[in-house]
Nanobody, 118 residues
Framework: QLVESGGGSVQAGGSLRLSCVSS??????????MAWFRQTPGKEHEGVAV??????TTHYADSVKDRFTISQDKVTLFLQMNNLRPEDTGMYYC??????????????WGPGTQVTVS
């Protein structure tokens, strides 16, 4: 089970830290990565950042590089979001899957947390 938190409303240039508590998940060779995705109404899920088990490898969408940082501890996935822009607005989801930034590679998802940047 994945449960996100930390969303909210913030002005452009501000920061938020999202958390995703994962219960019952253990990284395996089939599902070795955790990731953050976002979605706005009428659009498909956009991969934001991904981290491999152990945190040794991370990957970011070009639109968030140098502003967002993905990290994890034993049970929680984090997304530190700095210098937020209005285009970062959306529902943010954490997911477990086979790595990469394609939503189809992730079979397990949380319910999401809303981020609004004005």
């Amino acid at each position: 089970q994945l449960v996100e938190s930390g969303g909210g409303s913030v002005q452009a240039g501000g920061s938020l830290r999202l958390s995703c508590v994962s219960s019952g998940y253990t990284a395996t060779y089939l599902l070795p990565c955790m990731a953050w995705f976002r979605q706005t109404p009428g659009k498909e899920h956009e991969g934001v950042a991904v981290i491999a088990a152990g945190g040794s490898t991370t990957h970011y969408a070009d639109s968030v590089k140098d502003r967002f940082t993905i990290s994890q501890d034993k049970v929680t996935l984090f997304l530190q979001m700095n210098n937020l822009r209005p285009e970062d607005t959306g529902m943010y989801y954490c997911a477990v899957g086979r790595c990469g930034l394609a939503a189809t590679s992730y079979p397990k998802w949380g319910p999401g947390t809303q981020v609004t940047v004005s």
